[in-house]
């Protein structure tokens, strides 16, 4: 995917960093920004919460670019965890085939979107040897303990959180906030012999029935959840990233966890931690355990323009939490309909002062309901008529390809 050349160029992103509170540029190193967006585990169809957080940092690929740096991006898929194993067993099918078919239609909606893909998109299959030697690297560094694991007779290995000086300075929590969520998000706080109930899990030692590799130094078995981003960002990015992204559900533990681990092995993991709010249903997060799902491949088998869907995320802050509703859908229906309306005139109002303001807003923390706010007002007057520019049309929509991610 390409993106159209425009005149000018975009002011440095300025983004709100979760670690810090602050916004910060992003600025990157030798005219390079790098970024790491934690991907999906493929268990099951893409939901508008999944497709705003891609979408989101997809805008942020766009702004660096149009900045003038060069984006060098990866994104991991969880193609093997608990999750995944068991929707696999539910449903009586191979875990690989479920994953295949999963990421086959994650690629699908994405591309639907206009998200333009990352350089790499890794998954854990592939990635067993790397994120073994990072397990490795902990374990040579001291800062793991063993457990014996059921039914097997191979140990499962965990962070020392005690070893981790600067762990919980990702998210910032009190270690009563982490207590009450770390059960529902992938830990195990109750097992017996732990030292720290928020210990993370590295690396799960063999059961029957679940698949296992056998890397040089380790038992047989395979990757706890936390460490694969670890290792896939260090292997393919190098640390720090400019920008860790993704939900802002993976504060903590997964990017805490993540950071811990790095920094562990004295490595500092990202220098910006990036993360979008949550999209509810009725007053409750979207997510595949509750089951309250509004399916971006439903939406376009129903005959929604996958535009006016990625129009429906950008009508929302990413750093605010908000409700789908068929009314607000509508509303991005109508609206692709009236910027399509004003760009299909013969002439109209300059392009320049309103692609200066979309640029201005997405630098401005993605303030993407500004950015959508001036290009209304531009197809407001444009399909009001009277003399205008006939060149203004054409290079407004190369600017909302280029800048927004709208095709129309």
Known sequence: MTLPAIPGHGSTLVVHDTASGERVPVSGRDGTATMYVCGITPYDATHLGHAATYVTFDLVGRALRDAGLTVRYVQNVTDVDDPLLERAARDGVDWSDLAAAEIALFREDMTALGVMPPDELVGVVESIDLIAAAVRELVDAGVTYGLPGDDTEGEDLYLDLAQADSFGSISRWTREQMDLVIRERGGDPDRPGKRDPLDPLVWRSARPG???????????????????????????????????????????????????????????????????????????????????LVLVSRLRADGIDPMAIRLLLLAHRFDAPWDYTDAALATAVERRERWLAGLSVTEGP????????????????LDTPRALAAVDEWAQRAVSGGPGDPAAPGLLARALDRLLGIRL
């Not at 679940?210 to 393919?236: K, N, Q, V, Y």
């Not at 993704?246 to 903590?252: K, Q, T, Y």
């Not at 979309?358 to 923390?365: E, L, M, P, V």
């Open 210 to 292: 679940e698949p296992s590799w056998t890397p040089a130094g380790l038992p047989p078995g395979r990757p706890g959840w936390h460490i694969e981003c670890t290792a896939i960002a260090a292997d393919r990015l190098g640390l720090p990233v400019d920008i860790q992204g993704g939900g802002s559900d993976l504060v903590f533990p997964h990017h805490e966890m993540s950071a811990a681990q790095s920094e562990a092995i004295e490595e500092a993991y990202a220098a910006a931690y990036v993360h979008q709010e949550m999209v509810g249903l009725d007053g409750a997060k979207m997510s595949k355990s509750k089951g309250n």
């Open 350 to 365: 300059p392009a320049e002062p309103v692609i200066a303001a979309i640029r201005a807003a997405i630098a401005d923390n």
